[in-house]
């Protein structure tokens, strides 16, 4: 017999190269019987180690060993090349039309424009610490004008503008009745809004006799009108964007004193004037648009809640109210009011 | 209110353009809504001096005139009016010019004549229905001078928005105010500062006041030799651009005055006051009156009549009466100027649809103090214009004075009070000068201003809040910073309720449903087309006592006819796959503890406030048509029936973890084998179920329309609001199926109740017939159980289910 050590590199170079041609792992697993099987040549020399000169038996052990563990690796390391290419075919052939629809298909439902809006202005008077109440639509003529410090002429009151359910009780006109409800049931300092539906007796493109409001209240001792104009200037571009101003223009409403009327500053122009120098179709040509109502609590309002902690000597804050319909009018562009309430499903699946 | 620039400029003149001085108005209260060209724009407008004018060779009607323009020369112009004569000025519109209509004026020829230009008539200029004959000028004016000079037809008109607290900025005079305060324009004494009149009884006249409540101060002179006429081009002009009709002279006047000093005046034809005398009244039930419009009005109690010998003879500051109205051959003239109570104006004016420009005035609450300053500038015009004698003295019952005397115009303003409502600093010194600008009266008052309210603001300022106001909006709320409130700790955030009803909303739109918002207003006709019985909750309407339309009579009683009516608009517009809900109110004419015959529905009556209807926050949705798009993959075409709503209606409860069960039967307007109530334990939540095919046949729908309800606010009443952390199982449950039949009898929730009274987890997952099968869980806490033990509890279920619901395990 030649030098055994030898022979166990030539075993090894020749596995080595069979297992590198090796085209798939049936044949692999061949190549692992007939060079690492029982009856392989490798292992029996291994086993006829002991019978060998003992000068011999450790080189040829190791020598042995070694190949064997490396042929081992060898075919492990190849198998794991192998499975992973078949792998890779496999998952090749199986492949799909992936331009054709989900499955199964799942309908897309939306929010009506009204509800998003209210929501959006909900969540930014949310985050400027107001709280959300609502109130009841049907309200007694006490909340809805006599509290609210309305002369017996307001001609809101007649019967041509305003619904009424009896003597002493109306469809709500606005949201404001809640400023005096809202009172009673909290003491200062109160910060609430009051987003709800409110009708008047009015019937075109831009009146509908139903709509939706949000009211405002701030109650403390030291809200002052500067307040009111950065709250309304955190609204506004919250609501309207970053580059949006505000600007307070004094007016009259028999609940607020002083009142204003509260403008925020075109969006869909520059002062006034489109980019090819016509008249902005938005604000009119005038830079500015008109969204809410506002002012100082009128001390006559604090009288009807004294008793509950307002003492108009003690207590001053600011009220505001927006109609839901204007804003999402002015942010959307609907070009009638009326659709809001047809609900036509061309128009609830635009927004939403 | 119309205001003309040129007009307003001669009390206060700020030298500004139109649009630049309504836009300062506008940033001190006073809103521009508007500024109105002028009637004649350009230079090709001037006076002319008719030098000849002879008939037209060719044409009878015709005169061909010499006009004398000065220093634009001579020239000839053809001329169609009867009336034209030498030596007469005259209005002339050279070519070129723009007519208020809007023609372009161009060299014409009349029969053969060349026309350079026109010779204008009344009508032609916007001043009158005169269209008889040329507009003479009369007056000392040069030919070629402008005609915008000479009549006020030039001017630019504001139109303003006068909110309802500022009656005095409905006059003119009262606007100058404001242009002088805002802008600091000189403003010129008042037109009533010198009055030609004189105090004193007026021989002959009486007037008697029995009820001074409604009329605090009732002024009147008189004027003889009244020349009934037109009124002079220039006052004619001022009215027009004023928005107002020119009538005749004394009529004019009356109105020019009121234009001018907010005050309404009215004219009687003297002669044809009866017995000379005037009573005001209060006016009895059921009385009529013939107002000068022509009418017969019935008067009820408590409107304020003036009589004269006869009966009554005008309807007080809304309507004087045909009788004593001023005519053509009037010669004395009677001038009532009057303070009335403005809510009784204002009732008699709305009940009777009379709103005018003196009853708008009144109702607003005008001073006593401005019927003697309409008097002073009356007086002067009825003798410079009609050429009247002013007969001595002035009726003047004046009961308003010893109130005046008696109240206190006097306001305490702090200025620290100032800055601490506004959140900025005034000066006091410019608190000052507004409020003396404004005509308030200011002295010292230690570190405070004592201020005086004029008495055309009397209404209008009567607390220190109001005082601030008015230095606010003069100083320029431009100027207040922009600061957020301090809050005080407050924090913001939704309640429960809220959040629960926008979790509800949303799994809704996640399931593939649209929102929609529907009409409050129904017609009580829809009870009937959902067949509710006679005593049905739902037909508890609120009745809209003034409604806008037949069909909007009412308050609903469900959101189920809103979503009908909003289905049948869809499918009419080829939709037929719709999935929609409603979140919003419905209304029932009922206290919350009203005893419903019909026993509990969805909409149990809660939440009354005050007497007031009970209002229910519902949630409402409608299926119908493909629950989906059909697939590629032929899963099946899901369409909305009873399960599928049920689906739909058990994600929002599942969601909100309220506990819920449906039990048959349903409604009226339901199919009766396919519908349920919903509740939770023993509270009704609210209905489910396929509308009834007669239902949907009212709404013109076919097919399969499935529908729920829930009163949403007791649904989220029922729901956890604080959810403890439970815990869960680790070892893996053993699982078992289970088949059995069923008697006809048996519902698929009780097999399930008895199952889950063993098994941890019950699952339907197959019904054939009159046999269901279940997959069931069965777990321990503290270990996996063994077969023997699964074994002895699936035993036991199959033997309570065969002793209490004769139920028995399939073979
Ligand atoms: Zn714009």
Redesign the pocket.
Known sequence: MNDPTQRISELRSEAEAAIAEAPDTAALEELRVRYLGRKAELPNLLRGVAELPPEQRGIVGRTANEARKGLEALVGDRVAALEAAELDARLAADRVDVTLPGAPPQPVGRHHLLSSTRREIEDVFLGLGFSVMEGPEVDLVHYNFDALNHAETHPARNRSDTFYVADEAVLRTHTSPMQVRAMELYPPPLYIIVPGRVYRRDSDATHTPQFHQVEGLAVDEDVTLADLKGTLLAFARAVFGDERDVRLRPHFFPFTEPSVEVDVS?F??TG?FMRDGSR?P??K???W?EILGAGEVDPNVFEYVREHGYDPDRIQGFAFGMGIERIAFLKHGVPDLRMFFENDLRFLEQFG | MRVPLEWLSEYADAGLPARELGERLTMTGTKLEAVHGPTISDEHFVVGKVLDAQRHPDADKLSVCQVDLGGRGTTEIVCGAPNVAAGQLVAVVEPGGVMPDGTKIKRAKLRGVVSNGMILSERELGLGDDHGGILVLDGDFAPGAALGDVLPLATEVLELEITPNRPDCLGVYGVAREVHATTGAELKPPPWADDPGSTGAVEGVEVRVEVPDLCPRFTARVFEEVRIGPSPPWLKARLTAAGMRPISNVVDITNYVMLLTGQPLHAFDLDRVAGQRLVVRGAREGETIDTLDGQTRTLEAGEIVIDDADGPTSLAGVMGGARSEVSDDTTRVLLEVASWHAPAIHRTSTRLGLRSEASGRFEKGLSTEQTMEAQAVATRLMVEVCGARLVPGTIDVDVGGAARAGGDDHKRLRPARVDRLLGMAVPRERERAILESLGFGVEDAGDDLAVRVPHFRRADVTREADLVEEVARIEGLDRLPATLPSRNGVAGRLTFEQRARRRAEDVLVGRGLHEVVGWSFTEPGVADRLRLPDDDPRRLFVPVENPMSEDHRVLRTTLLGSLLEIARHNLARGRSDLALFESGAIYLDAPPSADLATGATAVALRGRHDGLPTEVHALGGLLTGRVAPESWRGAGDARWDFFAAKSALGAVLDALRVEWDVRPPGHPFLHPGRAARVFSGDTELGWLGEVHPLVARAWELDGTVAAFELDLGLVIANAPQEIPFTAFATFPPVLRDLAVVRPADVAAAQIVAVAAERADAVEVFDVYGDSLAMHLAFRAPDRTLTDEEVDERMAAIVATLRERLEVEQRA
Do not use: K, T, V
Request: charged content about 10%; some cysteine.
């Open positions: 075109c869909n122009c006034g902005c938005l604000c040509g005038e830079g648009i």
